[in-house]
C-alpha cells in the first residue's frame, strides 16, 4: 500500500514541498492543526517525532503508510489518531505518553499532535479530517 493511491493526502502529494498544509476537521468545520507536517518515506516515518523535546500545538505530523506507532525514547505525551485512507477516524488515543504502542487493523495514516489536541478540537471517533491548503508559511 503507497500513499501515492487516491487518499485525504492527495493534494499535499501533488503540491510542491514548499506549500503550507492545516488539518481541518469537516464536521466541525474547524481547524484541528494549521501546520500539517508529511512524514510520507520510510526515513521520515521512522524518526517521527523523537528529535524533538516538544510538539508545537499548532502542528501535526501524518505518518502514511502506516497502521501502528511507538513513543519510544520520545520525551513527551502526544494525541494520536488513525485514520482510514478518506481521512475517517478510526481510533483516537490521548495523552499517549512515553514507550507506549499504538495500532488500528487497517488504519492508511496516523496524526500525531501535542497531548490535548484532539480533544480541545472536537475530534471523535467518525470524524473526517482533510488536508486543506493553509496560509503563509510560518517562519
Do not use: Q, Y
Not at 503508510?65 to 494520536?80: G, L, N
Not at 495523552?95 to 507506549?100: D, E, L
Amino acid at each position: 500500500m503507497g500513499v501515492h493511491m487516491a487518499s485525504f493526502l492527495s493534494g499535499v502529494l501533488r503540491a510542491s514541498s514548499a506549500s503550507p498544509w492545516s488539518l481541518m476537521n469537516a464536521r466541525t468545520g474547524g481547524t484541528v492543526a494549521e501546520h500539517l507536517v508529511p512524514a510520507f518515506d520510510s526515513r521520515s516515518r521512522r524518526i517521527g517525532l523523537l528529535r524533538h523535546e516538544s510538539l508545537p500545538e499548532d502542528e501535526a505530523l501524518v505518518l502514511a503508510p502506516t497502521s501502528a506507532i511507538h513513543t519510544f525514547f520520545m520525551k513527551f505525551e502526544i494525541d494520536v489518531a488513525f485514520l482510514a485512507k478518506d481521512g475517517t477516524v478510526l481510533k483516537i488515543r490521548a495523552h499517549m505518553g512515553p514507550g507506549r504502542v499504538a495500532a488500528r487493523l487497517g488504519a492508511f495514516a496516523v496524526v500525531e499532535l501535542a497531548g490535548g489536541i484532539l480533544e480541545r478540537a472536537k475530534v471523535s471517533v467518525g470524524d473526517r479530517l482533510e488536508a486543506a491548503p493553509a496560509g503563509p508559511p510560518r517562519n
